[in-house]
């Protein structure tokens, strides 16, 4: 029963990380460490090349794959993201789609994304902890705006190109930074809506990596429940960002707009 409970706990380790995994415990009483913060290339840009793009964004809610010989996983969400705007009209709507950092800083949390330049975004998630292991992942993000070519409404489109796990060591466990190979990718786009009174789009990230030969022999469905909680829990705190910078910072645009146009 011990066994089972410690296996469990390494599962969602390595499913929360999708990292190859090799290790060693460490003294009891050491204080953590962090580990070497690389940060791995995961599209030598132009960003609109991913090969991946389209794919991820053609799917709807969790993706599940697992290749049982290989012990290769990936795992990953598309969302549908559908905003009204107050009083929201096709005209202002496209004009505040138009600037890819107005829009860029509107998505996500203030404090938790930074502009690097070259329409490259920061974008920081919450902290992570997973038994003894703490991350506070980043991915930077290329983001751009396209005319649709049927109507010539402006797209705002985000593809990652970059990320850091951030991870903490906490004491019990000591894993190499060169051991990690985490893979991930994040898209988006985001246009008016049908209706002219808002937006809509889709989100989606990827992950993936290989199990440690442990976790080969558990059942696909308990590492598909794994994946499909922290797809649910990076999903919500995406979109709920989304939502409320999105609504707040339309406005305060409307508002500005309005007094120029008064002047």
Do not use: H
């Not at 415990?25 to 690389?38: D, E, I, Q, Y």
């Not at 993000?141 to 593809?159: A, S």
């Not at 429940?225 to 645009?253: E, P």
């Amino acid at each position: 029963m011990v066994l089972l409970k410690e296996i469990q706990k390494m599962l969602w380790v390595c499913i929360c990380l999708t990292f190859s995994l090799s290790y060693s415990f460490a003294p009891l009483g050491t204080t953590p460490t962090k580990s070497t913060n690389v940060r791995t290339s995961n599209v030598c840009l132009n960003a609109v090349t991913s090969k991946n793009r389209d794919t991820i964004l053609n799917r709807n809610g969790p993706y599940f794959r697992l290749q049982r010989f290989s012990g290769k996983v990936s795992f990953g969400s598309t969302l549908t993201l559908k905003t009204n705007f107050q009083n929201g009209d096709l005209d202002s709507i496209c004009d505040w789609l138009k600037d890819e950092k107005r829009v860029a800083l509107s998505i996500w949390d203030e404090k938790m994304i930074k502009d690097l330049g070259n329409s490259v975004y920061r974008l920081q998630i919450m902290t992570l902890q997973f038994v003894t292991i703490r991350l506070t992942p980043s991915v930077d993000t290329k983001m751009w705006i396209e005319k649709d070519g049927r109507n010539d409404e402006p797209v705002f489109k985000l593809q990652s190109i970059n990320f850091d796990p951030n991870i903490e060591l906490m004491p019990g466990l000591n894993i190499p930074a060169e051991s990690l190979g985490i893979q991930i990718e994040v898209v988006g786009e985001l246009r008016p809506s049908r209706d002219g009174k808002g937006v809509e789009g889709k989100i989606g990230f990827v992950s993936g990596g290989e199990l440690p030969g442990p976790m080969r022999l558990l059942p696909e469905p308990a590492l598909k429940s794994a994946s499909d909680l922290i797809c649910k829990t990076v999903g919500d705190f995406a979109v709920m960002n989304f939502q409320n910078g999105a609504r707040a910072k339309y406005k305060q645009f409307c508002m500005a707009r309005q007094k120029d146009k008064a002047v």
